[in-house]
């Protein structure tokens, strides 16, 4: 049995030589996660990671101004139909009273 031993002795080298973490046992969870934390850290800081922050950036940035100057148009809008509203209003009320004055006042 020795030359099966030698045989898989030599199969053992050869394998820890080509692959060298197969002689590693599993991670603690504490190595995982730290390890994948890393992982994770080096993806976000990569140049094309901060790029497509960066221009998400300031597509937010477009989207906020857009929005802001559409409220700003529609408050203008909103106000100035209501100063007709409330002129329509005041018109309306004022001919109401006319109509119910009749041909003379209490001051006559």
Known sequence: ????????GGIHVQATRL???LE?????????IENEQKSML???TSQDSSDRTILGG???AEL????YDKTAESHLLWKRQGFDDLSSGGLQWKVLL????????IWE
Do not use: Y
């Open 1 to 8: 049995h020795p030359q099966v031993e030698a045989v898989f």
């Open 19 to 21: 692959f060298p973490g």
């Open 24 to 32: 590693m046992s599993a991670a603690t969870p504490e190595d995982a």
């Open 42 to 44: 080096l993806r976000l």
């Open 58 to 60: 300031l597509e937010r």
């Open 64 to 67: 906020a101004q857009r929005c």
């Open 98 to 105: 006319r109509q119910l004055k009749g041909s003379c006042s």
